[in-house]
Protein backbone atom coordinates (compact mmCIF):
# COMPACT_ATOMS: atom_id res chain seq x y z
CA UNK A 1 0.00 0.00 0.00
CA UNK A 2 1.36 3.45 -0.82
CA UNK A 3 0.11 6.93 -0.39
CA UNK A 4 1.61 9.68 -2.13
CA UNK A 5 0.81 13.13 -0.96
CA UNK A 6 1.50 16.20 -3.13
CA UNK A 7 0.36 19.58 -4.55
CA UNK A 8 2.13 21.78 -1.20
CA UNK A 9 4.01 25.02 -1.50
CA UNK A 10 4.56 28.40 -0.89
CA UNK A 11 1.54 30.53 -0.97
CA UNK A 12 1.01 33.90 0.30
CA UNK A 13 -2.02 34.81 2.78
CA UNK A 14 -5.21 34.53 1.22
CA UNK A 15 -4.65 32.29 -1.59
CA UNK A 16 -5.30 29.01 -2.06
CA UNK A 17 -3.43 25.21 -2.64
CA UNK A 18 -5.16 21.84 -3.45
CA UNK A 19 -3.28 19.17 -1.78
CA UNK A 20 -3.64 15.48 -3.52
CA UNK A 21 -3.37 12.19 -2.13
CA UNK A 22 -2.61 8.94 -4.51
CA UNK A 23 -3.57 5.59 -3.00
CA UNK A 24 -2.65 2.36 -4.34
CA UNK A 25 -2.18 -1.08 -3.28
CA UNK A 26 -5.55 -0.94 -1.32
CA UNK A 27 -9.74 -1.28 -2.46
CA UNK A 28 -9.67 2.62 -2.22
CA UNK A 29 -13.70 2.29 -1.32
CA UNK A 30 -13.61 0.66 1.92
CA UNK A 31 -11.09 3.13 3.40
CA UNK A 32 -11.81 6.10 5.32
CA UNK A 33 -9.53 8.65 4.30
CA UNK A 34 -8.18 11.46 6.79
CA UNK A 35 -5.78 14.61 6.28
CA UNK A 36 -3.56 16.15 9.49
CA UNK A 37 -0.98 18.47 9.78
CA UNK A 38 1.83 18.84 12.32
CA UNK A 39 3.88 22.01 12.48
CA UNK A 40 7.27 21.77 13.97
CA UNK A 41 7.25 21.69 17.54
CA UNK A 42 4.25 21.14 17.75
CA UNK A 43 1.79 17.60 17.69
CA UNK A 44 0.10 16.64 15.03
CA UNK A 45 -3.70 17.66 14.48
CA UNK A 46 -6.56 16.71 12.82
CA UNK A 47 -7.19 18.62 10.03
CA UNK A 48 -10.53 16.96 7.82
CA UNK A 49 -11.78 13.55 6.86
CA UNK A 50 -14.63 11.83 4.61
CA UNK A 51 -16.71 9.08 4.53
CA UNK A 52 -15.74 5.84 2.31
CA UNK A 53 -18.63 6.99 -0.10
CA UNK A 54 -17.59 10.50 0.15
CA UNK A 55 -20.91 11.42 1.40
CA UNK A 56 -19.80 12.31 4.89
CA UNK A 57 -16.99 15.18 6.01
CA UNK A 58 -15.74 16.20 9.29
CA UNK A 59 -13.59 19.63 9.45
CA UNK A 60 -11.13 20.63 12.70
CA UNK A 61 -12.86 23.91 13.54
CA UNK A 62 -9.88 25.39 12.37
CA UNK A 63 -10.63 25.52 8.81
CA UNK A 64 -14.39 24.88 8.60
CA UNK A 65 -15.50 26.85 6.31
CA UNK A 66 -11.65 27.39 4.38
CA UNK A 67 -10.82 23.76 3.60
CA UNK A 68 -12.99 20.98 1.60
CA UNK A 69 -12.01 17.39 1.85
CA UNK A 70 -13.23 15.24 -1.08
CA UNK A 71 -12.43 11.79 -2.95
CA UNK A 72 -12.39 10.32 -6.74
CA UNK A 73 -12.80 6.67 -6.78
CA UNK A 74 -12.28 6.58 -10.65
CA UNK A 75 -8.64 8.29 -10.08
CA UNK A 76 -8.07 6.65 -6.15
CA UNK A 77 -7.03 10.06 -4.73
CA UNK A 78 -8.52 12.17 -1.83
CA UNK A 79 -7.72 15.47 -2.53
CA UNK A 80 -7.88 18.85 0.22
CA UNK A 81 -8.80 22.12 -1.71
CA UNK A 82 -7.32 24.70 1.24
CA UNK A 83 -8.87 28.46 0.29
CA UNK A 84 -8.01 31.41 2.57
CA UNK A 85 -4.90 30.16 3.68
CA UNK A 86 -3.69 31.88 7.11
CA UNK A 87 -0.01 31.86 8.53
CA UNK A 88 -0.81 29.82 10.84
CA UNK A 89 -1.88 26.81 8.58
CA UNK A 90 1.86 26.41 7.71
CA UNK A 91 2.58 22.89 8.49
CA UNK A 92 3.25 19.54 6.52
CA UNK A 93 0.10 17.72 5.73
CA UNK A 94 -0.47 14.38 5.90
CA UNK A 95 -2.78 12.19 4.31
CA UNK A 96 -4.07 8.87 5.88
CA UNK A 97 -6.31 5.77 4.99
CA UNK A 98 -7.99 3.46 7.48
CA UNK A 99 -10.64 0.77 6.93
CA UNK A 100 -11.44 0.89 10.38
CA UNK A 101 -11.53 4.42 11.00
CA UNK A 102 -14.39 6.81 11.61
CA UNK A 103 -14.49 9.86 9.57
CA UNK A 104 -16.14 11.44 12.17
CA UNK A 105 -13.69 11.10 14.70
CA UNK A 106 -10.69 13.37 14.92
CA UNK A 107 -8.55 10.68 17.02
CA UNK A 108 -5.34 9.33 14.31
CA UNK A 109 -5.15 6.30 15.81
CA UNK A 110 -7.23 4.10 13.51
CA UNK A 111 -5.37 5.62 9.95
CA UNK A 112 -3.07 2.27 9.39
CA UNK A 113 -1.52 4.01 6.10
CA UNK A 114 -0.19 7.19 5.65
CA UNK A 115 1.89 9.18 3.07
CA UNK A 116 5.07 11.16 3.29
CA UNK A 117 4.05 14.41 3.61
CA UNK A 118 3.37 17.84 2.02
CA UNK A 119 4.74 20.59 3.35
CA UNK A 120 2.25 24.10 2.52
CA UNK A 121 4.17 27.41 4.04
CA UNK A 122 1.42 30.20 4.08
CA UNK A 123 3.76 33.83 3.88
CA UNK A 124 1.95 36.70 5.60
Known amino acids: VQLQAFGGGLVQAGGSLRLACAAS????????FGWFRQAPGEEREFVAAISRSGGGTNYADSVKGRFTISRDAAKNTAYLQMNSLKPEDTSVYYC??????????????????WGQGTLVTVSS
Open 96 to 113: AAGRSAFYSDNNGALYVY
Open 25 to 32: GLTFSTYV
